[in-house]
């Protein structure tokens, strides 16, 4: 599924709520009607679906959170994932984090395929979302390179470039 982690949340509730709205049919239909083996059918579905979706929702928290497992801060410093206020910046220094060569066009890319940040309003003019589309823009260019730049500059600084 390609699913912003928003979307995947909201399927999961989806699914729980959809399997008490058949609880409840079951639970007004007799027992011989001929809707009760499809809704248990689809509530067997359901209830198995549910443990794998929030597992993987779980483990795209994590990517899109990347402030786990980061590197231990020196004594009175804070860690660079807890430096930055922007979860772009945040999502940007996990990624480098993993591969350090990756050149902007990339990061763009990956950002958008794990859907952990949406695009910031200003930097979406022609209505897409996608970083990769707002990179080949040359007025937006300039100012995801200057956030990356920044964010590799820190991550030099510290010593984890």
Known sequence: MNLSLKQFGQLIDRRKQQISEIRKK????????????????????????????????????????????????????????????????????????????????QLCRWIDAEGAVELPPKWNKKGDRSFATAYKDKTIRRSIESMFSKVRADMRRRGLL
């Open 26 to 105: 079951l639970e007004q239909l007799p027992y011989g009607h001929s809707e009760r083996p499809k809704l248990l059918e689809t509530l067997n579905y359901f209830q198995e679906s549910i443990p794998e979706l929030e597992e993987t929702y779980a483990k795209r928290t994590r990517i899109s959170d990347p402030g786990r497992g980061s590197r231990h801060p020196q004594p009175g410093k804070k860690g660079l994932l807890q430096k930055y206020r922007s979860s772009i910046k945040k999502v940007i220094a996990f990624r480098l984090s993993q591969d350090p060569d990756a050149n902007d066009q």
